[in-house]
């Protein structure tokens, strides 16, 4: 890290908190990934996430915001390793989530994502 930090990666998503209430935001961020990293709105991403993890998110207005805690009230969970979806393409991606932090700076939730090939 620049200046010296150290940081830390973790093989868990406990990081993923909240900044207001503390609450845990993994599954709302894992969803949110899941569902949007390979859509048109991906640009969007950095955005919703600042939404989860420092505002009101329960109380926000944005539709994507919305949709999500609404895919999470209806039990939709993504696993935090080798949570499988599949592209319009037939292109099986697999996506395993992380958090990272440092002594010094903000928390970082991850994901690696992995192209397993056409499966059609």
């Given at each position: ?19 207001l209430?503390?609450e845990?935001?993994?599954e ?36 994507i ?5 609404s ?33 010094v ?14 499966i059609?």
């Amino acid at each position: 890290m620049p200046g010296g930090d150290d940081a830390y990666l973790l093989d868990d998503l406990s990081l993923a908190c909240n900044q207001l209430t503390g609450e845990d935001i993994s599954e709302y961020l894992k969803i949110l990934v899941h569902k949007y990293f390979f859509s048109d709105i991906s640009n969007e991403l950095p955005r919703i996430v600042w939404e989860f993890s420092d505002n009101d998110f329960r109380s926000s207005d944005d539709e994507i915001v919305r949709e999500i805690l609404s895919l999470y009230d209806s039990g939709f969970r993504v696993p935090d390793k080798n949570a499988s979806l599949i592209l319009e393409n037939g292109t099986q991606v697999l996506f395993d989530f992380f958090t990272a932090g440092s002594s010094v700076g903000q928390n970082w939730f991850l994901f690696n994502h992995t192209f397993m090939g056409n499966i059609y």
